[in-house]
């Protein structure tokens, strides 16, 4: 572990943030340069950005534009629990106990879910969404006083990974108890970056970096030839950056508790909810990073390492021969840790 110390401050800031660089890894065969183009906007509560070059010459930007918020408001019609009407709402509202018929996005979103869940021993977990709207953090009120052990209680029974089904073909979900209500927020946004790197591709573009809420892939090089410099923030200190980590044709992901929370009496409560227990984190795991092909792995393994702490995250990580970069809270300011799949991809310091 390398020790760093900071003054910490309340301020939250950017899970990720985006850099492009001269650094990093070592040009291809010099190329024409290309013009960088860049879309952004807001989707699913955040913001996102694309940049790529290249692509077919009669493409145009506004086409790619439009095509991505095709996609984007495709994902949040399967996934939103803030919109009513979505497929994910839908089934939340489901009294029954047989086969809900779902789109093919959100039946393979459940099951890669389900799949992190067993990975994880169970911590992470789509059903504790009851549980996230009670601490405040789900669509309804948010609130500033923690809710009573006996309100906990009384939802415990209705989370659990395991009383929930999914199928592929047809596509289609179902649940044991009608209460349950599973949220996607912590693999949703990670989909979204896997579909519109997809898009992008069908579109014969095959340099780009995708971004959605601090969640990453990226593909090819930028225009200046080199490897896209995705950072990763320190946390609690807003425009500060703990590590640059060259990406190529692969995604990245963060989870931390520095986003979304509230304090009571000096106690942060944060926005990740521990499935076993239904109240938050208290570990002093800040900040989780995954590296892997797929964003909505990523996504949702930097969650699951993020609720078992520092060690536990640890040992799973390495477990799976994930690339895992954590940073821990300590008395003095922050620890970093992570597996060898993670220093691998660091260029080396001279």
Known sequence: MVKRSYRWSRSGTLALALVVTLSGCSPQMATKNREMQVIQGQTMGTLFAVKYSGGPVSLSQDHVQAG??????????????????????????????????????????????????????????????????????????????????????????????????????????????????????????????????????????????????????????????????????????????????????SSMATSGDYHNYFEKDGIRYSHTIDPQTGRPITHGLASVTVVHPSCTFADAMATAINVLGPEQGLALAKRENLAVFLIIRDKTGFTESMTPGFAALLPQRR
């Not at 809420?213 to 030839?225: C, H, I, L, S």
Request: aromatic share 8%; proline share 8%.
């Open 68 to 249: 991505i918020h095709q996609v984007l408001d495709r994902v949040n019609r399967q996934m939103s629990t803030y919109m009513p009407d979505s497929g994910l709402s839908r089934f939340n509202r489901y009294p029954k106990d047989d086969w809900f018929p779902v789109s093919p996005g959100l039946a393979f979103v459940m099951a890669e879910s389900i799949r992190v869940s067993r990975l994880s021993g169970g911590a992470f977990d789509i059903t504790v969404g009851p549980l996230v709207n009670l601490w405040g953090f789900g669509p309804g009120k948010r609130r500033d006083t923690p809710p009573t052990a006996e309100e906990i209680r009384e939802l415990l029974p209705l989370t659990g990974y395991q009383k929930i089904g999914v199928r592929l073909s047809p596509p289609a979900v179902k649940k044991e108890l009608p209460g349950i209500y599973c949220d996607l927020s912590a693999i949703a946004k990670g989909y979204g970056v896997d579909q519109v790197a997809e898009y992008l591709e069908s579109k014969k573009i095959f340099a780009y970096l995708v971004e959605i809420g601090g969640e990453v892939r990226a593909r090819g090089k930028n225009p200046d030839n080199r490897c896209w410099q995705v950072g990763i923030a320190v946390p609690d200190r807003e425009g500060e950056i703990e590590r640059i980590v060259p990406l190529e044709n």
